[in-house]
């Protein structure tokens, strides 16, 4: 008996094991699967899911809770291309481009313009991206969207999160044409899909914002870890026409590194991948990951809204028997920061140095069409379990006992999240 029960916890622990431990293999991942070294401007990679872990007996799933980021896109911000292009056609005037920089300089003016024209907006492969993870979620819990029931989603105003939405609600759509599926984006609903981004009147602030960490300091660890000279060296001869441009060589080699990572969102030709050697690729995602996870730490606490929202849609629902999910299309700084409120997976965890950071927080976790779910079930009794699934995986909420696996009591995910609201009042 002894032996049994011995070899039953351990089993238990062995299967809880990929939920909870921390990852110190992430900087191996990191070197082997270049994608991931894109970090959040890579696109959603879709490997194949692990089995997801069955519900308990007698528990059948009836809603889903979700907040989606938006498909791939080109770079946000129309600077990121302006100031490299500044900077190679201000260093070809110069004469002071490597034989690698004049290259590198010549492929990068030809492929600027468009994404520059169109900075911000959903590229072709982010509209593929979001159908598809629609038909998934319709396949995995086809129950849940069975006959006429209602679909609900609101999106972000930006353009590429209101074509996301409709690429998703398409993807459920081809799966049942009797959804009844109501789209909405306005001014109003960004208080709950990008709280720092509604408009000014609406904006709350909450306790426990902008706190500080103690840890060393982005810009510390920047320099600790990125090889600024080594990139510079292998485009220009000189760099002391930085001097006189905006932002310097440093913001330079930070803007290039967006466009090392983000162009395979919208190109399939390998032109830049030649840039960077793979210690130096590695210890980019390592500093872009760190600044993330300090942005992360002072910002959760702004997506309460959200978690509100989280909530009450869901006793909504638990009450209208026709509603199926309840959508909503953001961004990837809304997300991140969700997710760190959440602490999933630990992914919250302040260790004692900031070079552990990336044994809890990797950000390649939010990648473009980056997708969170909350999935309910419930028995006979009207009971209530639910689930969270961080693109496609099952992950922990260590905040909580679990009753099976990843599954957990919605009432013990109440009591949580009203004492965090509670310990975060509205200033």
């Known amino acids: 008996m002894k032996k049994m029960i011995l070899a039953f916890f351990v089993g238990w622990f062995l299967l809880a094991l990929p939920l909870y431990a921390q990852q110190y293999d992430v900087l191996d991942q990191v070197r082997s699967d270049v994608r991931k070294s894109y970090g959040m401007e890579g696109p959603h990679r879709f490997d194949t899911p692990a089995p997801l872990t069955k519900a308990p007996k007698g528990y059948k799933p009836f809603y889903i809770n979700h907040y989606g980021r938006h498909g791939s896109r080109y770079a946000w911000n129309a600077d990121t291309y302006i100031i490299v292009h500044n900077a190679f056609a201000k ?107 509604a408009p000014r009147t609406l904006r709350k602030h909450y306790k426990g914002e902008q706190a500080d960490l103690p840890l060393e300091s982005a810009d510390d660890f920047w320099d600790r870890k990125v090889d600024f000279d080594g990139i510079l060296d ?26 090392y990572c983000g162009y395979h969102n919208y190109v399939t030709e390998p032109l830049f991948d030649d840039l960077l050697t793979d210690e130096q690729r590695v210890n980019f995602w390592e500093a872009f990951n760190y600044s993330s996870f300090r942005t992360d730490q002072t910002a959760r606490y702004s997506e309460i809204p959200l978690l509100v929202d989280f909530i009450e849609k869901a006793k909504s629902a638990f009450l209208d028997s026709d509603k199926a999910a309840d959508l909503r299309f953001g961004h990837d700084y809304i997300l991140e920061a969700f997710v760190a409120l959440l602490n999933l997976n630990g992914c919250a965890t302040v260790p004692a140095t900031a070079d552990e950071v990336k044994y809890w927080f990797q950000s390649y976790n939010i990648p473009m069409a980056a997708t969170l779910l909350f999935v309910y079930y419930k028995n006979r009794k009207d009971d209530i379990l639910f689930k969270v699934l961080l693109n496609e995986e099952e992950v922990s909420l260590p905040a909580l006992n679990p009753v099976n696996g990843p599954y957990y009591r919605w009432s013990d995910f109440l009591a949580w999240a009203k004492a965090v609201i509670e310990a975060h009042p509205q200033l």
């Open 234 to 259: 292998k485009l220009f001869t000189d760099c002391s026409f930085f001097d006189g441009l905006e932002g310097g060589s440093r913001s330079f080699v930070v803007e290039l590194f967006q466009i």
């Open 91 to 197: 260093a070809k005037e110069l004469g002071v481009l490597t034989p690698y920089g004049q290259e590198f300089a010549r492929k990068y003016e030809v492929f600027y313009m468009e994404p520059w024209i169109n900075a911000g907006d959903l590229v072709p492969l982010g509209f593929d991206q979001h159908q598809r993870i629609g038909e998934f979620i319709f396949d995995t819990f086809p129950a849940v969207f069975k006959g006429e029931r209602k679909v609900d989603a609101l999106s972000s105003t930006s353009q590429r999160c209101i074509v996301s939405m409709g690429a998703f609600n398409l993807g459920l759509k081809s799966r049942n044409e009797d959804l009844r599926i109501r789209l909405n984006s306005n001014h109003k609903g960004m208080t709950i899909v990008a709280p720092p981004s």
